[in-house]
T-cell receptor, first 110, second 114 residues
Framework: KQEVTQIPAALSVPEGENLVLNCSFT??????LQWFRQDPGKGLTSLLLIQSSQREQTSGRLNASLDKSSGRSTLYIAASQPGDSATYLC?????????FGAGTQVVVTP | NAGVTQTPKFHILKIGQSMTLQCTQDMNHNYMYWYRQDPGMGLKLIYYSVGAGITDKGEVPNGYNVSRSTTEDFPLRLELAAPSQTSVYFC?????????????FGDGTRLSIL
């Protein structure tokens, strides 16, 4: 059974620092890995999707890497801003169904 | 640009009552999903559908039922509500054209069972 783990559970950084969020998974047979952002009281917003054949994806200040052989993905957020404060969840897609980690709650202080 | 719409946003239900959570999407997506999210946890899949008339169980289906009579709508029914079903429920949809497309989520229904 696929298990997805996110460490740390919570993270607080001063504005301007780079954020590094980790995601690990136990079964490398995946179609893709997705990173989502969740704001309090809201649904999930898709940030990046990395296909199983890709090593990384970039969108603006966000960069996500994928190492299937070691079962790891890392989300980098450059030059963090207070507006980046949210919970970030990773999810692996196996046969069209997502398995989620518990998320990392990020606070960026001004 | 409505996307995925869930109603109601909040609801309090008594133990043993039944209710239906509504979900509709206007993106003509074939795939639709229901998840629940408990505090401090990731989302767990309850049921999913790959098209009208086709549904299947996810990881935590007990106590729930679904139907998919149209492409747009995917209601989730709770029968004989129990306190363990207190949670935030999210509906999501995805195009069926490729597996490498992200899911689009609604804002959730916050359900308390007392």
């Amino acid at each position: 059974k696929q298990e997805v783990t996110q460490i740390p559970a919570a993270l607080s950084v001063p504005e301007g620092e780079n954020l590094v969020l980790n995601c690990s998974f136990t079964d490398s047979a995946i179609y893709n890995l997705q990173w989502f952002r969740q704001d309090p009281g809201k649904g999930l917003t898709s940030l990046l999707l990395i296909q199983s054949s890709q090593r990384e994806q970039t969108s603006g200040r966000l960069n996500a890497s994928l190492d299937k052989s070691s079962g790891r993905s890392t989300l980098y957020i450059a030059a963090s801003q207070p507006g980046d404060s949210a919970t970030y969840l990773c999810a692996v897609d196996s046969w069209g169904k997502l398995q989620f980690g518990a998320g990392t709650q990020v606070v960026v202080t001004p | 640009n409505a996307g995925v719409t869930q109603t109601p946003k909040f609801h309090i239900l008594k133990i043993g009552q039944s209710m239906t959570l509504q979900c509709t999407q206007d993106m003509n997506h074939n795939y639709m999903y229901w998840y629940r999210q408990d505090p401090g946890m990731g989302l767990k899949l309850i049921y999913y559908s790959v098209g009208a008339g086709i549904t299947d169980k996810g990881e935590v289906p007990n106590g729930y039922n679904v139907s998919r009579s149209t492409t747009e709508d995917f209601p989730l029914r709770l029968e004989l509500a129990a306190p363990s079903q207190t949670s935030v429920y999210f509906c999501a949809s995805r195009t069926g054209n490729s597996l490498n497309q992200p899911q689009h989520f609604g804002d959730g229904t916050r359900l308390s069972i007392l």
